[in-house]
C-alpha cells in the first residue's frame, strides 16, 4: 500500500556526533526520494534527493544513502549541530493508482544536546 | 531570495464561516500545492495547480476548493469550516516538474497558516 514510514519519531544526538534517520517506503516502483527539514514554526525546506538510478548522494554535511533492495532511505547528518534540531520528512515519488504522486512519511524529530 | 508567502500565520474562525487562506509565489513557478499537517499524519496533499485556471484534487479534497487567476497566487478555501479542519495549512510552489514526473521537484513551502475553527 501506500506508505512513507519512519523507524523512530524522535532522535536524540549528542552535539558534534554525527546523525543518521531512517525511513522507509513501500512502493518499490518509486523512483525520487526527498528530504525536508522543518523547523519549529517554519515551513519545511529541502535538504537534498536522489534518484532510483543512484545509491548514495552528498550534500553539504549531509549525504543520502538509498537501499532500493529493502526500500529503505536513510539521512546522515555529519557532526550535527545545534541548528540541525529540527523535524526531518522523507518523501517519495511514485507511480500508484491515482498515477504520479509525491508522499511524505510522518517526520523524525531530531534533538541535539549540547 | 524565493520566498512563498502565505497571507495569514494565525487563524481563528468558528464553525460555518468561510476561510479564505492565500498563498503568493514570487518565483514565476507553473506548480503550486496546498497541504494540510497534522501531528502522526504528515503532509497530506489538498490541491494542486499546473498551471493559472487549472486545479486538481489531491488525496484529501473534501470541504475544500481552490482559485488561481493569476500565476503566483493560489487560494484554499474552506466554504463552511468544521472543527476537523483545524490544521497546519502549508501552501507549496515548485518550477517545471523532472521530465514523467509531475510534483516530483524541489517544492518550496511557505511558513504555514494555522488554523483554528470552533
Known amino acids: 500500500g501506500e506508505s512513507v514510514g519512519l523507524h523512530l519519531p524522535t532522535l536524540s544526538v549528542q552535539e558534534g556526533d554525527n546523525s543518521i534517520i531512517n525511513c522507509a517506503y513501500s512502493n518499490s516502483a518509486s523512483d525520487y526520494f526527498i528530504w525536508y527539514k522543518q523547523e519549529s514554526g517554519k515551513g519545511p525546506q529541502f535538504i537534498i534527493d536522489?534518484?532510483?538510478?543512484?545509491d548514495k548522494r552528498q550534500g553539504q554535511r549531509v549525504t543520502v544513502l538509498l537501499n532500493k533492495t529493502v526500500k529503505h532511505l536513510s539521512l546522515q547528518i555529519a557532526a550535527t549541530q545545534p541548528g540541525d534540531s529540527a523535524v526531518y520528512f522523507c518523501a517519495e515519488w511514485g507511480l500508484y493508482n491515482q498515477g504520479g504522486k509525491l508522499i511524505f512519511g510522518q517526520g523524525t524529530e531530531l534533538s541535539v544536546k549540547p | 531570495d524565493v520566498k512563498v508567502t502565505q497571507s495569514s500565520r494565525y487563524l481563528v474562525k468558528r464553525t460555518g464561516e468561510k476561510v479564505f487562506l492565500e498563498c503568493v509565489q514570487d518565483m514565476d513557478h507553473e506548480n503550486m500545492f496546498w497541504y494540510r499537517q497534522d501531528p502522526g499524519l504528515g503532509l497530506r496533499l489538498i490541491y494542486f495547480s499546473y498551471d493559472v485556471k487549472m486545479k486538481e484534487k489531491g488525496d484529501i479534497p473534501e470541504g475544500y476548493s481552490v482559485s488561481r487567476e493569476k500565476k503566483e497566487r493560489f487560494s484554499l478555501i474552506l466554504e463552511s469550516a468544521s472543527t476537523n479542519q483545524t490544521s497546519m495549512y502549508l501552501c507549496a510552489s515548485s518550477r517545471q516538474d523532472i521530465p514523467g514526473r509531475f510534483g516530483a521537484g524541489e517544492l518550496f513551502f511557505g511558513e504555514g497558516s494555522r488554523l483554528t475553527v470552533l
Open positions: 536522489i534518484r532510483s538510478n543512484m
